[in-house]
């Protein structure tokens, strides 16, 4: 079996029949799904015949793969590539950063989908919340604008820390200064009072 005997495309309005026999035959349910069109991509044979489809919804910068389903699962190894591929795509035109499946397949655990960690979780969309089953998650590319708020936050931090170190040089600048008229004053106190003092013992009457 050849991948160039399949076609991955966006699902139109056409399509919505095929879709709802596969979705009633993998026992995904229609209610939902059916206004949901726009999110799926379609796999065809070349005689333009539904083979495959998988959903792929679209949360800020986060992308659900959902849904999945074959009418013959024996292409299923050969169309799942072609509807990654295509899944790519949008989720590159999209500036999706990261994508998450409850699908069981073994093959998205073999393209590095893997289990989320506490950190990963924490951008889990609410919406995704109550989804049944576990999560596989998988990093595509850094958040631009996260990095972006990083930085300004750190430079934010190093301005701040600066101002503290100034405002701190001129409080020890001020107070070696006062030190010092401090001690100067003290030292011209004394000399007058030595002078004083030497003056009023010169002074004193012989007897």
């Known amino acids: 079996m050849n991948p160039t005997d399949f076609r991955v495309r966006r ?33 065809t044979d070349v005689a333009g015949k539904l083979v495959g489809a998988i959903g792929f919804q679209i949360v800020g910068k986060q992308g659900l793969i959902h849904s999945e389903g074959f009418t013959d699962f024996g292409v299923a190894d050969v169309v799942r590539p ?51 089953g576990d999560w596989l998650t998988l990093k595509l590319r850094e ?27 001129k409080q020890a600048k001020f107070l070696k200064t ?5 001690a100067v004053i003290l030292a011209v106190i004394v000399l007058v009072g030595v002078i004083y003092m030497m003056r009023n013992n010169f002074a004193l009457p012989s007897r």
């Open 143 to 169: 958040d631009v604008e996260e990095v972006l708020s990083l930085d300004k936050e750190f430079e934010l931090f190093k301005h701040s820390a600066e101002q503290q170190s100034q405002a701190a040089l």
């Open 11 to 43: 699902a139109t309005i056409e399509d919505l029949p095929a879709l709802t026999a596969l979705w009633q035959s993998m026992h995904l349910g229609t209610a939902g799904l059916d206004r949901r069109l726009t999110e799926f991509q379609v796999a």
């Open 82 to 132: 072609l509807l990654l591929e295509r899944l790519q795509a949008v989720a590159t035109n999209h500036g999706t950063v990261r994508v998450w499946t409850k699908e069981v397949a073994p093959f998205w655990k073999q393209i590095d989908l893997v289990p989320p960690d506490a950190e990963a979780l924490a951008k889990l969309p609410p919406a995704w919340g109550d989804l049944p």
């Open 178 to 182: 006062l030190a010092t008229v401090t």
